[in-house]
T-cell receptor, first 113, second 111 residues
Framework: DVKVTQSSRYLVKRTGEKVFLECVQD?????MFWYRQDPGLGLRLIYF???????EKGDIPEGYSVSREKKERFSLILESASTNQTSMYLC????????????FGPGTRLTVT | GQQLNQSPQSMFIQEGEDVSMNCTSS?????WLWYKQDPGEGPVLLIA?????ELTSNGRLTAQFGITRKDSFLNISASIPSDVGIYFC???????????FGGGTRLMVKP
């Protein structure tokens, strides 16, 4: 079974703090994705990566950056957290070619106060 | 860009009833996926569809890839309380590795 794990299930941070969200997958997937999920807005893609050290902006990259130093690990960074970044953050992974099925982690619910 | 319209947005049904939800798009997709998200968890893949007209079942769930390639349907038969959650459709087009997600259908089941 594919396993995608995220470093924290719940996180509370203060405005202006630098926040790191980490995601690890164990299926040797090339692609990894970061989404945020807000009520009424569905899943919105922040960034994705198709290889180590490669990244592409998604639909809402502003205020975020990412890092992929190893194939199995994809980090989302909030350089200076703001209250409008309070959300559920979901990481996913998939193979580069083939079925395009994405497998999700359990999510991190981030609250910025 | 592509958009997926998922309906209904929410459903409140009695245990034992059948459920039907759908996704439509103005664009053609070559893959349709259906996910379920339990409260407080990440989405879990339920069914994947790869060919226009394809009908696939997974237990009480049945999904179809529309013949026009612009829509997909998910049916749940004889609903039970653990069917509660948000159901998402997702589509893939030929270029790129990204999925486009529908807005979700929130299903509530009354015992």
């Amino acid at each position: 079974d594919v396993k995608v794990t995220q470093s924290s299930r719940y996180l509370v941070k203060r405005t202006g703090e630098k926040v790191f969200l980490e995601c690890v997958q164990d299926m040797d997937h090339e692609n990894m994705f970061w989404y945020r999920q807000d009520p009424g807005l569905g899943l919105r893609l922040i960034y994705f990566s198709y290889d180590v050290k490669m990244k592409e902006k998604g639909d809402i990259p502003e205020g975020y950056s990412v890092s992929r130093e190893k194939k199995e690990r994809f980090s989302l960074i909030l350089e200076s957290a703001s209250t409008n970044q309070t959300s559920m953050y979901l990481c996913a992974s998939s193979f580069y070619t083939g079925t395009y099925e994405q497998y999700f982690g359990p999510g991190t619910r981030l609250t910025v106060t | 860009g592509q958009q997926l319209n998922q309906s209904p947005q929410s459903m409140f049904i009695q245990e034992g009833e059948d459920v039907s939800m759908n996704c439509t798009s103005s664009s053609i997709f070559n893959t349709w996926l259906w996910y379920k998200q339990d409260p407080g968890e990440g989405p879990v893949l339920l069914i994947a569809l790869y060919k226009a007209g394809e009908l696939t079942s997974n237990g009480r769930l049945t999904a179809q890839f529309g013949i026009t390639r612009k829509d997909s349907f998910l049916n749940i038969s004889a609903s039970i309380p653990s069917d509660v959650g948000i159901y998402f459709c997702a589509g893939h087009v030929r270029a790129g590795n990204m999925l486009t997600f529908g807005g979700g259908t929130r299903l509530m089941v009354k015992p």
